[in-house]
């Protein structure tokens, strides 16, 4: 009977034992993972070679190459909405200007597919008063709305505008001024090593209210080549004014509204990016 007592506690022991062993061993911790964070803040910023300065169908550098480049910071308050400030410049031709230079800041929104961009630029041009053909500074607000609709294909619009049109420089009666586009793009469905391609068209109305003054209409379409952040840009411009906005006779009288094409080499990047 003792035998019996002795073993069924030699037992108990045993049992009792064992867990406060299992707990006494080492055990290795677990490493803390910091949590990534990423800052609000980002910069933008980018360099272009143009054939030609075109804008809404018009030439801005007398049908001759153009270097621009732009600078933009901004702020992320969450993933709707996005703070922004930046500055865009190109050269000109010498008869309208020294240069083009244009700080902006506006806010971007983002629902789901759905984009909004509210903002104001001023077009600066130094030296732009100088001459009898040229531009007078100026500012414009403007209401940018995006949709994509697929991995394929986005579409967008601009109205943009303003009331002191050229700072009324060689203005008569009102200064009133805007325009008003839809564009496109379509990304095709073939990549080769790694380059993307996507057909861009476009086409807007440019509207001008003071006395004398021509409005007309603009279309272009442009094959896009991007591969990281090289972009390859070949576009043909056209409008319904041709003949109407041309250069003086003493730097070649060229048609500036007409048919054209444009090769533009551009590259974009980020601050966030290149970490």
């Known amino acids: 009977m003792k035998k019996v007592v002795l073993s069924v506690l030699a037992a108990l022991a045993v049992s009792t034992a064992a867990p406060a062993f ?15 964070v990423v800052s609000p803040f980002d910069i933008a910023f980018g360099v272009a070679f143009t054939s030609d300065y075109v804008l809404r169908g018009i030439s801005q550098s007398n049908r001759k190459p153009a270097v621009q480049g732009y600078f933009e910071g901004r702020y992320n308050i969450n993933d709707m909405i996005q703070l922004y400030a930046g500055i865009w410049g190109s050269s000109v031709a010498s008869y309208n200007a020294s240069a083009e230079i244009d700080p902006s ?15 104001y630029v001023y077009y600066y041009y130094p030296d732009g008063t100088s001459g009898t053909n040229a ?8 209401v940018k709305p995006t949709y994509k609709f697929n991995d394929w294909l986005s579409i967008g619009g601009v109205i943009d505008g303003g009331s002191n049109f050229n700072n009324g420089y060689l203005i008569a009666g009102s200064k009133t001024a805007y325009f008003y586009a839809g564009n496109a793009t ?11 391609i996507a057909i861009n068209p476009e086409i807007g109305r440019q509207v001008y209210e003071c006395t004398g003054c021509n409005s007309y209409t603009w279309w272009d379409v ?12 070949l576009r043909y411009w056209d409008t319904g004014r041709h003949g109407v906005f041309v250069a003086p006779a003493a730097f070649g009288g ?7 094409f444009v090769a ?10 290149l970490k």
């Open 22 to 36: 299992a707990a006494d061993m080492p055990v290795k911790a677990s490493k803390m993972v910091a949590p990534v």
């Open 105 to 119: 800041a506006g806010v971007r929104f983002t629902f789901g597919n759905f984009g909004l961009d509210l903002g």
């Open 135 to 142: 531009y007078g500074s100026f500012g414009e607000f403007y």
């Open 186 to 196: 379509i990304t095709l469905p073939w990549q080769f090593n790694g380059v993307t």
């Open 222 to 233: 442009g094959l896009v080549f991007n591969y990281k952040a090289v972009t390859l840009d």
């Open 254 to 260: 060229k048609d500036l509204g007409g048919s054209t």
């Open 264 to 273: 533009t080499l551009k590259f974009d990047a980020t601050l966030s990016a």
